[in-house]
């Protein structure tokens, strides 16, 4: 912390480009009226019920601040260009892939962060604490974040990526579309077996349609005749999805309209692009 006295006016710099301090000094060091906020006189001590709006935003100098850059006259900071941002972006809906530079939901991006021992951790759920890392969910583009150093630059000192990061990233993704069907099928939102899941595909009901990867071709293709507003997608295998609905195996599920069902298939992209494989198809745009 520096201390100033300039024309009678004792000042507390608290930061590069803003300070605060109190006004009319006199000689007796005791001061008269209140602080300085934001070169006004306050009428009470500074403290953090008098800063609880913030900085003005009126002036050159708040409005610099605000707008995310340094006050005119003052040189740039760090050229990086990952130097701040994966920080700054931790809150809204959108996130900046730290490859690509590319801003998307981040319900369609991957998180990572950095585990106590310096290793990258894939976060699917986006939920472990620590600055967060975010790619788009391609396996392109996690290739190019491990060979040049993407991460590394990000959190400002060596880390540790796993050589089968990307196969760990594919074995979590398929465990959350098990897992949301799980949820789909507890809550009554998802049925299997061809007679239960053409109802429901007939009737309107249903969103989407898993198949398994393994079924037959010919079953599969029969099961979507006529259906052209569902989406289609085919992320696991007949026992995986037989485990979840406590059979030996199924091939055929339908999903209902909704919020588990959109959820379902961003998991199941996600999935797609980080296994480089096309395991979906939307309905037709007409």
Same mark, same amino acid.
């Given at each position: 912390?520096? @201390?100033?006295? *300039?024309?009678?006016?004792?000042?507390?710099?608290?930061?590069?480009? $803003?300070?605060?301090?109190?006004?009319?000094?006199?000689?007796?060091? *005791? /001061?008269?009226? !209140?602080?300085?906020?934001?070169?006004?006189?306050?009428?009470?001590?500074?403290?953090?019920?008098? $800063?609880?709006?913030?900085?003005?935003?009126?002036?050159?100098?708040? %409005?610099?601040? =605000?707008?995310?850059?340094?006050?005119?006259?003052?040189?740039?900071?760090?050229?990086?260009?990952?130097?701040?941002?994966?920080?700054?972006?931790?809150?809204?809906?959108?996130?900046? #892939?730290? *490859?690509?530079? &590319?801003?998307?939901?981040?319900?369609?991006?991957? @998180?990572?962060?950095?585990?106590?021992?310096?290793?990258?951790?894939?976060?699917?759920?986006?939920?472990?604490?620590?600055?967060?890392?975010?790619?788009?969910?391609?396996?392109? &583009?996690?290739?190019?974040?491990?060979?040049?150093? %993407?991460?590394? @630059?990000?959190?400002?000192?060596? &880390?540790? #990526?796993?050589? +089968?990061?990307?196969?760990?990233?594919?074995?979590? $993704?398929?465990?959350?579309?098990?897992?949301? $069907?799980?949820?789909?099928?507890?809550?009554?939102?998802?049925?299997?077996?061809?007679?239960? %899941?053409?109802?429901?595909?007939? @009737?309107?009901?249903?969103?989407?349609?898993?198949?398994?990867?393994?079924?037959? &071709?010919?079953?599969?293709?029969?099961?979507?005749?006529?259906?052209?507003?569902?989406?289609?997608?085919? /992320?696991?295998?007949?026992?995986?999805?037989?485990?979840?609905? !406590?059979?030996?195996?199924?091939?055929?599920?339908? *999903? %209902?309209?909704?919020?588990? =069902?959109?959820?379902?298939?961003?998991?199941?992209?996600?999935?797609?692009?980080?296994?480089?494989?096309?395991?979906?198809?939307?309905? +037709? =745009?007409?």
């Amino acid at each position: 912390m520096v @201390r100033q006295r *300039v024309r009678g006016v004792q000042t507390i710099e608290v930061s590069p480009h $803003l300070s605060v301090g109190w006004a009319a000094m006199p000689e007796d060091g *005791v /001061p008269k009226g !209140g602080p300085l906020k934001d070169g006004r006189l306050t009428d009470g001590p500074l403290n953090d019920e008098a $800063l609880k709006d913030g900085p003005r935003k009126d002036g050159p100098l708040q %409005a610099g601040l =605000a707008e995310g850059g340094p006050p005119d006259g003052e040189a740039p900071g760090s050229d990086e260009p990952d130097a701040e941002e994966p920080e700054a972006e931790e809150r809204g809906p959108q996130r900046r #892939c730290i *490859v690509t530079r &590319v801003v998307g939901e981040r319900a369609r991006m991957i @998180r990572f962060v950095i585990g106590p021992d310096r290793q990258i951790v894939p976060d699917l759920a986006a939920r472990l604490p620590g600055r967060g890392m975010w790619l788009s969910a391609r396996a392109d &583009v996690l290739e190019t974040a491990r060979a040049r150093g %993407a991460f590394a @630059r990000v959190a400002r000192g060596p &880390v540790t #990526c796993p050589a +089968d990061i990307a196969a760990i990233l594919q074995a979590g $993704l398929r465990r959350r579309v098990a897992e949301h $069907l799980g949820l789909a099928r507890r809550a009554g939102q998802a049925v299997s077996g061809f007679a239960k %899941a053409r109802e429901w595909i007939g @009737r309107g009901n249903a969103a989407g349609v898993v198949q398994a990867d393994d079924g037959s &071709v010919d079953e599969r293709a029969r099961l979507l005749s006529g259906a052209r507003d569902v989406w289609v997608a085919w /992320p696991l295998p007949a026992d995986a999805l037989g485990a979840i609905f !406590g059979r030996d195996h199924a091939v055929h599920v339908a *999903v %209902a309209r909704g919020r588990l =069902a959109d959820a379902l298939l961003n998991e199941i992209e996600r999935l797609a692009g980080m296994s480089g494989r096309i395991l979906v198809k939307r309905p +037709d =745009a007409g």
